[in-house]
């Protein structure tokens, strides 16, 4: 929470990029001011079907949601946070790239 409040601070916009459903991370997201891309269900007539409306936003696809949604083009730096296998593609985008830095300390690879 401490880094995003800093990057908040500094005027960044921060993104929460995961394979969750969005659904379960929409209202932390809300909370604190974070826009979402993850993985969205499908649903007819209001009811859920159990599938997926979106790909898994998993691995490349992660880099792909994140470009449609961007224009990476118009930001000075690009930092970015992963703790699994699924974030390594998106971990390449960044100018400032931090693997697993919420386990024992802040560690960039």
């Known amino acids: 929470m401490e880094k995003i409040q800093w990057h908040q601070s500094q005027g960044h916009k921060v993104v929460v990029v995961s394979a ?11 909370k604190h001011n974070l826009e979402l891309i993850g ?17 898994n936003c ?9 470009k449609e949604a961007y224009n990476l083009d118009e930001y000075e730096t690009i930092y970015v946070y992963g703790d699994s296998e699924g974030d390594r593609e998106m971990l390449e985008l960044a100018d400032e790239r931090f693997y697993k830095p ?4 802040l560690s960039s690879e």
């Not at 969750?20 to 809300?30: A, R, T």
């Not at 919420?102 to 300390?105: I, M, N, Q, S, V």
Request: net charge positive.
């Open 58 to 66: 998993y691995g490349i696809e992660k880099v792909n949601r994140v």
């Open 20 to 30: 969750s459903i969005e659904c379960w991370l929409k209202p932390w997201c809300d």
């Open 39 to 55: 993985t969205q269900l499908e649903s007819r007539d209001g009811i859920i079907t159990g599938r997926f409306h979106s790909k």
């Open 102 to 105: 919420f386990r024992g300390g």
